[in-house]
């Protein structure tokens, strides 16, 4: 069971995905503005935000944005728009994970249990060492010899997945399932953008690699370069 706020302007949905969310033994705050949401899930600290897009008051990416400048806590974005490029920005906008209109409230509900399971995992909130490379999980930090680093949400997800499991090679079929959500699609250069950005502010390159090493046609790996 789950505290669970829902923003959506369309009636219909709102009030359909509010009465089997709470026939399952949710606790269901349910929003049809943006902004009324936006203070809802910032003053009640819900469990998890399930974000419509299309609001009639302000963009959804907006609301997301402003959650996100403020609060860690759980969005999952409702689009009708399946591009892979608005899903992507999304994610990289602060989304945990994406439902695409129309949904069934199985679908929903797996998703918001598979959200809080993976947020749950003691695993994740440990600050993880290596080298002179420090990623604290549950603060989303990570340092580099002292100084902290100014990473993207989707930058420090794919370093906090890779640290991990340090010294083994994850492929990017995988990265793109557990950091970018999208099991059956996405495209490797969406991971190949987001690790050159992430080996720029580690300070290497490709052809000078520190921290991240890339197998050829296999996937990439964190190791301790100072071992
Ligand atoms: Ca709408």
Redesign the pocket.
Known sequence: MASILII???QRIRERITRALAERGHAIDARRSGFEGLSVALEEQPDVVVL????PDIDGTEVLKMIRAVSNVPVIVATARSEESTIVSLLDAGADDYVIKPYSVDHLEARIRALLRRLDDPAASAVITIGGLVIDRSGREASLDGMELDLSRKEFDLLAHLAGRIGEVISKRELLAEVWREPYGGSDSTIDVHLSWLRRKLGESAAEPRYLRTVRGVGVKLIDPTA
């Open positions: 959506e302007d369309d419509d897009l299309g609001l």
